[in-house]
């Protein structure tokens, strides 16, 4: 009688033994980097490679970030091989990068960027008679019929944003109303 083997089981054997070389762990213990160490640390580090003597190489954006995570080291290795369910990783090497620097500060200004121009909520006013005759002047100038009526509406948007813009901020001049 055949003993039957669940497929799973049966797929991880084929896998160890076909990856004589154990590149399938090293990039597993890479991918798994981010997840386990949590999004902080991720922020400033990157998972790079499993060299052959099962030496995790993370680039890190700050010698002050390698400092720290090497007197880590042991937690998150333990940490990474858990995870993994293997002993894949033997020992963790931080290294600063210039790579994952710039990467790690491109990614906070396109942060900080968003969250300082998602916040602005700008509603558009309507314009009064004056301002609308006002724009109908400037676009007097645009010769082709087509052209001119575009510039109109669009000089009307962008100053019905403007508009709407001054009013959420308030008046700049102290004796303004709003």
Known sequence: MKKTLPLGDLASGVLKRADKRGRRSGAMAVS????????????????FALRDDRELIVFVDGAAWANQLSL????LRERLNSHLGEDSVRTLRFTVSRKVTDEVGWEELSRDTEDYYSHEVMHPMPLDDIELGQAAQVARMVKNAELRAIALRVMIKDLEQKKGARSANGPTDPG???
């Open 176 to 178: 303004q109303a709003p």
């Open 32 to 47: 798994a980097w981010r997840e386990v160490v949590g999004e902080d640390v991720a922020r400033h580090t990157r998972g």
């Open 72 to 75: 880590m080291s042991d937690e």
